[in-house]
C-alpha cells in the first residue's frame, strides 16, 4: 500500500519519494547561507544589507514562532510582545546604564524568555483558540501598559546615541549569527525527543497527558525558546533603530509578520519559515511604492495557500521538485526503507 | 444611591448593551461552526464605512441607512462562508482561523486605500446630544446604542430558540451529518450564520461610527472587547453575550471613574486573561471547548 | 501472600444527578489478571477512567503501591504506571506507530531507561513489529487496538488497565487479540481488563468482577460466575425469545422495481478500498439484513446511501431516481431516512423537537401532525417525554427516538446502522417489534447489524459483506448455512453470544 506522505513535522518518505527529502533541504540550506555570507558587506551597497536585516530578522522571528504555533500547534498571537520587550530592554540598559553591547544584547533576550516562562504558566493551561485569544490579551495589555509607562518614557519611547549601537555590517554580521542559531536551535529541538513530545502535544493533547507526556511544562520550554529568539531579534531591531517608541516596538505587525511568513512558507517545516520571508521581502520590495498593495498580495496570497496548498509553499515545492525529478529520470526508483527518525 | 454610581450603571449598562451588540456576530458564528472569525472586527468596521458612503449617497438617517448597508454585508458575507470558509472547516482550526485571519488583513488594507487613515465618524445631530435618565446626562446615541443592543440581542435570542431556522442552526451547530441526514442544508445555515452575524456587525458598527469613529485597524480593538465579553459571558450562549456586555461596561466605566480613562484598555485585557483562567466557560457557559 | 498494588476504597462518581458507580471496592495483586464486566451503562469504563485519572472520583480513595492517586492529574499517574488503552483508540494519527511507542517511552524516562529498545520489545509483543514504520492512521482496526495496547506497554507499566480491547472486532480477530493479552500478561504486568465479550475473559482472567448498575453484584472466578444467576440473568441471550420468523415463502429474488437500488457502488477513503463495487436492493415494505464483520465496509454501505460519503464509482436509484450525485440534505428531503450508529440525536433538543426536526422536510401542517401520530402510536412513552432533552433520555429511549425521528420524515427507505448496540435484550426485542409495524407502512429497512442471528430472525433477504465485498446473498436460512458466514464471524472458537 502506497504509504501517503504526511507534511508535519514527522515528514516521512514513502516509497516512490525519490529525492530524499534531506537532500534537497541541505543542499537549499547550504545555498542560502552561502548566498547571506557572499551577499556581506562588501558586495551590496548599504541598502542591500538593510535589505538583507529585513530577510534575516524575519526569518530568525518566523522559525521561532513556527516552533510554538507550527511545531507545537498553538497559535500565539503573542510575539510582538517579546519582540517590544526585547527592543525595550535594550534601549533601556543603553540609555541607563553603561553595560557594554554583549550583556545588553544577552538579557534583552533572557528578559522576554522569563516573561514567556511566566505567562506561559498561566496561559498555556488553556487549549486552541482561548490560549490564541488570552495571548493576544497579554500582548495587548502590555503594548498598552508601555504606552503609559513613564520610566520608558512612555509615548515618546527612547533612544540612545548612535555610538552605543554597531555599525550596519556588524549588525548584519548578528543578524546572520541569529538567523542561523534560531534555525539549526529549532532544526535540534524538533528531531529530539522533545521535539516528539511537543509534536504529540500538538496532535493529541488528552492522548499524550495519557502516556505521561508532562503537557504544560513541555508547551511553556518550548514558548520561553521561542520568546528567546525573537527578544534577540527585538534587540537587533533597536539597534538598528537606535530609537523605539511603544506603538512600533509592540505593534501586532511583527505578529502579523510571523505568522503569515510561517503559513506561507510551512507550518512544521523548518524551511517554511525561510521560503515565506523570501517571498514576503520580495514582494514588499517590488512593491515598495504601494505598500498597501504589498500588503493585499500577502493577504491574498495567503488566503490562496490556506485554500489551495495548505501544507505551505516549501512542501508544495519540494512536491513538484520530486515530479521533475521522477519525469526527469523516466523511472521512479524506489527509495529504500525509511527508519523511525524524523525529517523536519 | 449616589448620583455618581448612578451614573455609572447607567453609563455601564448602555455602553454593555452596544458591547454585546458588538460581540453577537462572533458568539453566533462560534457557536454553530466553532469559527473563531478574526475579521469579525472588519465586518463592524466596513459596515461603519458603507454606512459612511451610504449617508454621504442617499443622505439618509443612518438608521435607514441600515436597511441598505447590513443586507449589503450580508451579501458579501454568505459567499465568503460559503465557497472559502466552509471547505476549510474539516481542516481543524488553525486554517480556518488563518483564513479569517488574512480576510481581516484584506479588509484592512482595502479600508486604508478606500478611506485612507483619518479618522470618519457618522455626523448626526444626535451625536453629541443627550437626555437626563434618572437626573444623570446620557448621550443619545449611547441610549440608542444600549437599547436597541439589547432588543436586537433579545430578537437573536428568539430567533434561534423559536423559529425553524433557528432549529436547523442548532442541529447544525450540535451534529453538522446528522442535520444533513435529515434534510438540513448544512453549508448553506452555516453561510447564513455568518451573513446575519455581518448583519448585526453592521448595525454595531453605525453605532460605533456616530458614537466614536473609525479607522483601518480600529477592528482588532472591537475584536478583542468582543472577545472578552463572549469569554465573560461562555462563548456560545447568547444570553451571556448581554451580560457579559454588560459586565465588561460596567467594568470600564468604574474603573474610568476611579482613575480615569488611560487604563481602560489594559483592565480589559487583564479581565480577559483573568476570566479565561479561572472559568474559561464563562458565566453561562455549558462544558466548555 | 500477595501484594496489594491497586487498591480501590468506596470509589463512587456522580454526573450530575446520575450516579455512574457506587461503593465499589478492588483490589490488585502485582501480576493478577482481574476482568471486569457488565451491560452497557454499567460504570465499567467509568471506573477505568477513575483509576487512570481521566475523571476524578467524587468520592473514596485509589491507592497505587500505597500511594494514593485519586487526586493527581492524568499525566502524573501514568508517569507512575498506570497505562490506560481505550476502547476507542487515539493514536498520533501523523506518526508512525514506532513514534507513538517513543512518545510514550520518552514521556516515561524514568520507567523506561532504554526507549528505543524497549519499543521494538513492545511492537513484538503486540505484533506490530512489521508495521513499525507506518502511519497510524493507516492501520485497521484490529491493529489500531493493538497499537492501542502497545502504546500503553511503552510506559512500562505496573498496572495495565485495558477498555473493550475486543469490541468491534470479529471472533478471529478476538482470538488474536486474546492471544496477545496472555503474552502481556505473562510479562507480569498487572491488568484489569473490561470486557462485553465473554471468551476473552474465560481465557484469561483469574478473577472476575460484575457490575450493574454502578455497583459490583458479584465477584469471584470465571467459571463461578458464568454459572451465577443472578449474572446470568443480567445478560440474556441475543436470540428473539419468539425464534426465527416463520418463512412466509418469499423467495430471495430481488424484486423488480426496489425502493433502493445500489448498483456496483465503491467508496474510498484515500488508498483504502472501503466499498468495492457493491450491489444490493431493498423492496417496498421488505427489510433486508447487512451483515459482516467489522471493518467489513457495512457504515461505509450505509453512509455511501446516505449521501455522507462520495463514491468512486457505481449508482444509486431511489425509485425510478438517480440520486448518485445528490448532496445528502436533497437525499433526505428525496425520502432516504438514516438512523446513524449511536443515534447521534441532538443531544440538547427536547424530544419533540428532534422529532420535528426529523419531519420538516417531509410533512409539513397536518402531516406533520400524522407523523407524530404514527410515531406515538410505536412508541408511546415518547409521548409522555415529549418536552425532556433527548440527552436526559435512557440508551433505549433514545434509540427509539432515533428511529422515530428517521421515521417523522415518511421515509421510503430507513436505514438503521447498528441498531442494537448497547442496548439490552427486552429493549431491542421492543424494537424489533416496532420495526414489524414499520414495514407494513410500506417503508423499505436496510438493516445492518453484527448481532447475526437476531438479524436474521427479522429479516427477508440478507446480504454478507466482507472486506468491502459481497460474498452472499439469500435467505436467512441459507444465510445461516453460509460457510464463509461462519468463517468471518466465528473463528477458531464457538462465539458467546
Known amino acids: 500500500m502506497r504509504v501517503p506522505f504526511v507534511e508535519n513535522g514527522y515528514g516521512k518518505p514513502g516509497p516512490g519519494r525519490v529525492l530524499r527529502p534531506r537532500t534537497l533541504s541541505a543542499m537549499l540550506a547550504v545555498l542560502a547561507l552561502a548566498a547571506a555570507l557572499l551577499a556581506a558587506p562588501g558586495y551590496l551597497p548599504p541598502y542591500g544589507l538593510v535589505v538583507g536585516f529585513a530577510l534575516l530578522t524575519s526569518i530568525a522571528m518566523a522559525e521561532a514562532w513556527n516552533l510554538v504555533g507550527g511545531f507545537g500547534g498553538q497559535f500565539s498571537m503573542a510575539h510582538s510582545l517579546f519582540v517590544g520587550v526585547g527592543s525595550y530592554t535594550t534601549a533601556t540598559l543603553l540609555v541607563r546604564t553603561d553595560w557594554p553591547l554583549p550583556p545588553v544584547v544577552a538579557l534583552s533576550g533572557l528578559l522576554p524568555a522569563t516573561m514567556a516562562a511566566a505567562t506561559g504558566l498561566v496561559i498555556m493551561r488553556l487549549r486552541s483558540v482561548y490560549f490564541s485569544v488570552a495571548s493576544l490579551g497579554v500582548a495587548l495589555a502590555v503594548q498598552a501598559w508601555m504606552i503609559n509607562w513613564q520610566y520608558t518614557g512612555a509615548t515618546s519611547g527612547l533612544s540612545f546615541p548612535g555610538s552605543d549601537a554597531p555599525d550596519e555590517s556588524t549588525l548584519y554580521a548578528m543578524a546572520v549569527g541569529l538567523t542561523v542559531f534560531s534555525t539549526v536551535a529549532i532544526v535540534a529541538v524538533v528531531r529530539s525527543r522533545f521535539g516528539l513530545m511537543l509534536m504529540a502535544i500538538r496532535d493529541d493533547e488528552d492522548a499524550a497527558a495519557g502516556v505521561g507526556v508532562r503537557s504544560l511544562r513541555i508547551k511553556v520550554l518550548s514558548f520561553s525558546l521561542s520568546a528567546l529568539i525573537v527578544g534577540l531579534v527585538g534587540s537587533l531591531i533597536a539597534l538598528q533603530q537606535i530609537s523605539i517608541e511603544p506603538y512600533s516596538a509592540f505593534s501586532f505587525d511583527w505578529t502579523i509578520n510571523m505568522i503569515v511568513i510561517s503559513v506561507l512558507g510551512g507550518l512544521s517545516t523548518w524551511q517554511g519559515p525561510i521560503v515565506g520571508a523570501i517571498f514576503v521581502v520580495t514582494i514588499d520590495q517590488l512593491l515598495e511604492q504601494y505598500q498597501a498593495f504589498s500588503t493585499l498580495i500577502i493577504a491574498l496570497c495567503l488566503i490562496l495557500v490556506i485554500r489551495l496548498l495548505p501544507r505551505g509553499m516549501w512542501p508544495g515545492l519540494r512536491s513538484l521538485a520530486n515530479v521533475i525529478w521522477r519525469r526527469f529520470h523516466r523511472m521512479a526508483v524506489p527509495a529504500e526503507g525509511s527508519h523511525g527518525s524524523t525529517d523536519a | ?289 | 501472600m500477595r501484594t496489594e498494588l491497586l487498591t480501590c476504597r468506596g470509589v463512587g462518581k456522580r454526573f450530575g444527578g446520575v450516579v455512574a458507580l457506587e461503593h465499589f471496592d478492588l483490589s490488585l495483586g502485582a501480576g493478577e489478571l482481574v476482568g471486569i464486566i457488565g451491560p452497557n451503562g454499567a460504570g465499567k469504563s467509568t471506573l477505568l477512567n477513575l483509576i487512570a485519572a481521566v475523571q476524578r472520583p467524587s468520592v473514596g480513595e485509589i491507592e497505587l503501591d500505597g500511594v494514593r492517586i485519586d487526586r493527581l492529574p492524568r499525566a502524573q499517574v501514568a508517569r507512575l504506571g498506570v497505562g490506560l488503552a481505550h476502547q476507542i483508540p487515539h493514536p498520533f494519527g501523523d506518526m508512525t506507530v514506532a513514534q507513538n511507542l517513543l512518545v510514550a517511552s520518552y514521556a516515561c524516562r524514568h520507567r523506561v531507561p532504554a526507549p528505543e529498545r524497549h519499543v521494538s520489545t513492545v511492537l513484538e509483543l503486540c505484533g506490530l513489529a512489521d508495521k513499525r514504520n507506518l502511519p497510524a492512521r493507516s492501520l485497521q482496526l484490529l491493529d489500531l487496538k493493538r497499537l492501542e495496547v502497545a502504546r500503553a506497554l511503552a510506559i512500562n507499566p505496573r498496572v495495565l488497565l485495558l477498555d473493550e480491547v475486543a469490541a468491534g472486532l470479529t471472533a478471529g480477530e478476538i482470538d488474536e487479540v486474546i492471544e496477545m493479552l496472555q503474552a502481556v500478561h505473562q510479562q507480569g504486568t498487572a491488568m484489569l481488563v473490561v470486557e462485553h465479550v465473554q471468551t476473552v475473559l474465560e481465557s484469561l482472567a483469574q478473577r472476575v468482577v460484575v457490575l450493574n448498575w454502578g455497583r459490583k453484584i458479584a465477584e469471584g472466578r470465571p467459571a463461578e460466575i458464568a454459572r451465577n444467576p443472578v449474572v446470568v440473568d443480567v445478560y440474556m441471550g441475543s436470540r428473539s425469545a419468539r425464534g426465527p420468523r416463520p418463512s412466509v415463502p418469499s423467495p430471495a429474488r430481488e424484486e423488480p422495481s426496489p425502493v433502493l437500488r445500489v448498483d456496483e457502488v465503491s467508496v474510498r477513503y484515500g488508498p483504502l478500498r472501503a466499498l468495492d463495487r457493491v450491489s444490493c436492493q431493498v423492496g417496498a415494505g421488505e427489510i433486508v439484513a447487512v451483515l459482516g464483520p467489522n471493518g467489513a465496509g457495512k457504515t461505509t454501505l450505509s453512509r455511501a446511501i446516505a449521501g455522507i460519503v462520495p463514491l468512486a464509482g457505481g449508482r444509486i436509484h431511489l425509485g425510478s431516481l438517480d440520486v448518485t450525485g445528490v448532496p445528502a440534505h436533497q437525499r433526505a428531503r428525496l425520502g432516504v431516512a438514516i438512523v446513524h450508529e449511536g443515534g447521534r440525536l441532538f443531544r440538547e433538543m427536547t424530544v419533540r423537537e428532534n422529532l420535528e426536526l426529523g419531519g420538516r422536510y417531509r410533512s409539513r401542517g397536518d402531516a406533520m401532525r400524522v407523523a407524530l401520530d404514527q410515531v406515538y402510536g410505536l412508541f408511546p412513552r415518547l409521548k409522555d417525554w415529549e418536552s425532556r432533552t433527548a440527552a436526559t433520555l435512557s440508551g433505549g429511549y433514545q434509540q427509539m427516538l432515533a428511529i422515530s425521528r428517521a421515521l417523522m420524515a415518511q421515509p421510503k427507505v430507513l436505514i438503521l446502522d447498528e441498531l442494537s448496540l448497547g442496548l439490552a435484550p427486552q429493549v431491542i426485542e421492543d424494537i424489533y417489534r416496532a420495526l414489524e409495524r414499520v414495514r407494513e407502512l410500506g417503508v423499505g429497512m436496510l438493516l445492518i447489524e453484527q448481532n447475526v442471528h437476531r438479524t436474521l430472525d427479522a429479516c427477508d433477504r440478507a446480504y454478507v459483506l466482507e472486506r468491502g465485498q459481497v460474498t452472499f446473498v439469500g435467505t436467512p436460512q441459507m444465510a445461516l448455512q453460509h460457510p464463509g458466514l461462519r468463517a468471518a464471524y466465528l473463528g477458531s472458537r464457538a462465539a458467546g453470544s
Not at chain 2, 443627550?130 to 446626562?137: E, K, L, M, R, S
Not at chain 2, 435570542?157 to 442535520?179: C, K
Not at chain 2, 467594568?251 to 484598555?265: F, H, K, N, R
Request: net charge neutral; proline share 5%.
Open chain 2, 1 to 289: 444611591m449616589p448620583a455618581a454610581t448612578l451614573g455609572v450603571v447607567i453609563d455601564g449598562v448602555l455602553v454593555g448593551g452596544l458591547y454585546a451588540l458588538v460581540s453577537i456576530g462572533l458568539t453566533l458564528v462560534f457557536g454553530v461552526m466553532r469559527l473563531v472569525n478574526l475579521a469579525h472586527g472588519e465586518l463592524i468596521v466596513g459596515g461603519a464605512y458603507l454606512a459612511i458612503v451610504s449617508v454621504g449617497l442617499l443622505h439618509w438617517n443612518p438608521f435607514l441607512a441600515l436597511l441598505v448597508v447590513a443586507p449589503l454585508l450580508a451579501a458579501i458575507a454568505y459567499p465568503l462562508q460559503r465557497w472559502l470558509l466552509n471547505p476549510l472547516l474539516p481542516a481543524g482550526l488553525e486554517a480556518p482561523l488563518v483564513a479569517t485571519f488574512g480576510l481581516s488583513l484584506i479588509a484592512q488594507t482595502l479600508f486604508l486605500l478606500l478611506f485612507s487613515g483619518n479618522p470618519r465618524s457618522l455626523q448626526v445631530s444626535y451625536a453629541v446630544t443627550g437626555i437626563t435618565v434618572f437626573g444623570h446626562p446620557v448621550r443619545t446615541v449611547f441610549l440608542i446604542g444600549g437599547l436597541g443592543g439589547g432588543a436586537l440581542i433579545v430578537a437573536t435570542y428568539l430567533l434561534v430558540s423559536a423559529t425553524p431556522f433557528g432549529r436547523s442552526l442548532r442541529a447544525a451547530a450540535e451534529d453538522p451529518e446528522a442535520a444533513a441526514t435529515v434534510g438540513i442544508n448544512v453549508p448553506h445555515v452555516y453561510a447564513l450564520t455568518l451573513a446575519l452575524s455581518a448583519a448585526l456587525a453592521s448595525v454595531a458598527g453605525v453605532m460605533i461610527a456616530i458614537a466614536f469613529s473609525v479607522t483601518p485597524t480600529t477592528g482588532l480593538s472591537w475584536l478583542l472587547r468582543g472577545f472578552t465579553v463572549i469569554v465573560l459571558g461562555g462563548m456560545r450562549s447568547i444570553w451571556g453575550t448581554l451580560a457579559g456586555g454588560i459586565l465588561i461596561g460596567l467594568l470600564e466605566e468604574s474603573v474610568a471613574a476611579a482613575i480615569g480613562p488611560t487604563y481602560q484598555d489594559l483592565i480589559v485585557f487583564s479581565a480577559l486573561v483573568v476570566v479565561l483562567l479561572l472559568r474559561p466557560q464563562g458565566l453561562f457557559g455549558g462544558g466548555h471547548r
